[in-house]
């Protein structure tokens, strides 16, 4: 007996979408293991529980799936789980390496099959972006790249060398003796300079301002940008940046352009860095993030704006998890 699994989506929770989606799924699986219908010997459903108008199971049934037995249940409530989704597991008299289908929107639970993608998240401070692609990363289990540490090391060794961040010639001779990694523990980014883990100094407010400077000068810009194309390259990952779907991925799978309300967003900073024991007056904040903007919208290379074909989340009023799901069904919706 050999098993092979399938899921698919469907955009709302009616009896025409659940039985064209059962059927497409179920035919596209016979196809690919170039099944018989009579050597499937059970059908085992599972749909999300925000489907209630049909079961699987009949709809298999109606397909014509008519000698084997069937069985549909509900799966319970998952935080942050892909909505509308059914799968099956088909129980299979034949001896064959199975070819696993997943369609539609369900491309996105088996990046293995579905291939390489990346995810290119942009935005202002604040805006929610590395939480949001933090959070995807794990829930796709792919990569998080958080291109503005990168830029916040360099401004920290900057800064450390005594070198203003606004001199390029001294910040890229600087950079040249200088060895900065990205490396992964845990799934999460440690940013290294000369093999020092920098990933909690760069947070410090100094350092921001700074990073926006430096990230002025093309030269390090094209270093840095060679480094983050090459990880994209490699495997599916999700970026989140000023540039990632205008410059560093032109071609990304998926783009998105968060932002949000400068109050909320320096409202955000100031709840993270009270958190973490710093003392921080609002105001000051407030003026420092927005000139911060200002610095990288107006740059000559790359500045800080949305790709002409980003979706634009405005985060002002939405939770993280709302933020995610908002994600998730866009990517849904373009597979
Ligand atoms: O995302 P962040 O706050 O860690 O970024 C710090 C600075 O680095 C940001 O103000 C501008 C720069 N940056 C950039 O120019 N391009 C990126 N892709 C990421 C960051």
Redo the contacts with the bound molecule.
């Keep these: 007996m050999v098993v092979i699994r399938g899921a698919t989506t469907i955009s709302s929770d009616t009896k025409e979408e659940i039985r064209k989606a059962v059927k497409e799924l179920l035919e596209q699986i016979e196809s690919r293991n170039a099944l018989k219908r009579d050597e499937i010997v059970s059908l085992v459903f599972s749909s999300t529980s925000d489907i209630h108008s049909y079961y699987p199971a009949k709809a298999a049934r109606e397909a014509g799936f008519m000698s084997c037995s069937l069985f549909s249940a509900q799966e319970p409530d998952i935080e942050g789980g892909l909505p509308l989704c059914i799968r099956v597991m088909l129980f299979v008299e034949k001896n064959l390496t199975p070819s696993h289908v997943y369609l539609r929107g369900a491309k996105i639970l088996r990046k293995d099959l579905a291939g390489k993608f990346n995810i290119a998240i942009?935005g202002?401070?604040?805006s929610g972006?590395?939480t949001v692609a933090k959070r995807i990363a794990k829930d796709l289990n792919i990569l998080y790249l958080?291109?503005?540490?990168?830029?916040?090391a360099c401004?920290l060794k900057a800064l450390e060398a005594g070198i203003d961040p606004a001199d390029e010639a001294s910040v890229v001779a600087l950079m040249r003796d200088v060895k900065l990694d990205v490396v992964y523990e845990n799934g999460l980014q440690k940013t290294l300079l000369d093999g020092r883990d920098v990933s909690e100094e760069?947070?410090k407010a100094p350092?921001?301002?700074a990073?926006?400077t430096?990230?002025?000068h093309a030269s390090v810009?094209m270093h840095?940008?060679e480094k983050?194309r090459e990880i994209a390259g490699r495997m599916s990952c999700v970026?989140?940046?000023?540039?990632?779907g205008t410059?560093?991925l032109p071609d990304a799978d998926f783009k998105f352009y968060l932002t949000a309300s400068p109050d909320i967003r320096a409202k955000r900073r100031y709840d993270e860095m009270v958190a973490k024991g710093e003392q921080v007056d609002f105001d000051e904040l407030k003026e420092a993030i927005v000139n911060?903007?200002m610095?990288?919208m107006s740059?000559a290379l790359?500045p800080?704006k949305q790709a002409d074909d980003a979706v634009l989340i405005d985060t002002s009023g939405m939770s993280v998890e709302d933020v995610v799901a908002a994600i998730k069904r866009a990517m849904q919706e373009k597979i």
């Design positions: 942009d202002p401070a604040g972006k590395s958080d291109t503005g540490a990168m830029y916040r401004a760069i947070r350092v921001s301002m990073a926006s430096v990230s002025k810009r840095l940008v983050q970026l989140d940046g000023r540039d990632i410059f560093v911060r903007d610095q990288d740059r790359a800080l």
